[in-house]
């Protein structure tokens, strides 16, 4: 750190040296230069005695003033050396972009490398953004800062992490812009600023649009409702339909085991006219059996299945059927429910 310190401290006696040299003719066009240039000369000294001794905030003050009082790009250097030791990184990267700007690096090899690198690290550091806006003079401020007006010189440096640009002029509406950078992120916001009675204008736009959009919701959220309901009534009519059936159907199997069982242990040498009747009800029976259970069954899976879709959370318009049909499948030996629904 002291080898850093006694490096600063050469560069800026060269430095104030360089200045001190009168320029040939500037007395004539500013007779005010000579006693800035000296008032400039005096705060440095101090400025660069304090930053010696490790007061960096007093000597920081001093090199503002110093300035102030005679505007030297060559300053900017021992300025942002100070901000960089109180860790005003944002600071200490303008000035030392100012300086390698303005000041050739024939002039000061050393500082304009120090100053290259340390560019370098700052940009890694902080964040970029460029605001853009379709009027002139627009007010620009960061965080409750103002930072200058459209259109902006240079970029606006700042600290990554969340940050709240204001974009105003009189007679318009602000613009308030919220984002989030990263260290070494480069961003750009484009703002279009609008009469008041434009953004009035728009407002009551959106407002329509917007009421416009909730009766919508409110319109598909009630068709939703009716629909899980005339689902759920469809459900459980189905699934008592269903669970009548296969009662139907067991009564109708207890019958055809009873009829079987006459057939089956008549006497050897019955007349098959006694066994007829009982052979009869013995297919008619079963039939109906076979009827009864698969259209019972069907009906209740389809009731189940009508059911959860009623009892669903959230009704997706385009998944649910907009109707649903169980229709019977009867056949010589099978029995069964066929579910035909539109989407």
């Avoid at 139907?248 to 006497?267: C, H, P, R, W, Y």
Wanted: charged residues 25%.
């Amino acid at each position: 750190m002291r080898m850093s310190l006694r490096r600063l401290s050469l560069a800026a006696v060269i430095a104030l040296a360089l200045l001190g040299a009168s320029r040939p003719g500037s007395a004539q066009t500013d007779p005010t230069e000579p006693a800035r240039r000296q008032e400039m000369l005096r705060l440095a000294r101090e400025a660069d005695g304090l930053y010696r001794d490790g007061y960096f905030r007093d000597a920081l003050e001093r090199f503002r003033k110093a300035y102030e009082a005679f505007p030297n790009p060559k300053l900017h250097f021992a300025l942002g050396e100070t901000c960089w030791e109180l860790g005003q990184l944002v600071e200490a990267l303008r000035h030392y972009e100012a300086y390698g700007r303005d000041v050739e690096e024939r002039e000061q090899p050393h500082n304009w490398q120090r100053a290259r690198e340390r560019i370098v690290k700052l940009q890694a550091q902080t964040a970029t953004l460029h605001v853009q806006a379709n009027l002139l003079d627009a007010e620009v401020s960061v965080d409750g800062k103002v930072v200058g007006r459209t259109p902006l010189r240079e970029p606006i440096r700042l600290m990554p992490g969340p940050h709240v640009v204001v974009v105003g002029k009189a007679g318009y509406e602000k613009q308030v812009i919220e984002l989030t950078l990263k260290g070494g992120e480069m961003a750009a916001r484009t703002v279009k600023l609008l009469t008041e009675e434009e953004a009035a204008s728009g407002r009551r736009v959106f407002q329509q649009v917007e009421g416009q959009r909730r009766a919508a919701q409110e319109k598909l959220q009630r068709s939703q409702a009716l629909q899980r309901k005339g689902l759920r009534l469809s459900g459980w009519t189905a699934l008592a339909a269903g669970t009548a059936l296969l009662a139907t159907g067991g009564t109708f199997g207890i019958l055809t085991q009873n009829e079987k069982s006459k057939v089956e242990g008549a006497a050897t040498g019955t007349p098959w006219s006694d066994l007829q009747p009982h052979a009869h009800r013995f297919n008619t029976y079963r039939q109906l059996f076979y009827y009864c259970a698969g259209i019972g069954a069907g009906l209740a899976v389809s009731g189940g299945v009508l059911l959860a879709l009623g009892y669903r959370r959230s009704l997706s318009v385009e998944r649910a059927p907009a109707r649903l049909s169980a229709l019977p499948a009867l056949g010589p030996q099978h029995a069964g429910l066929v579910l035909a629904g539109s989407f």
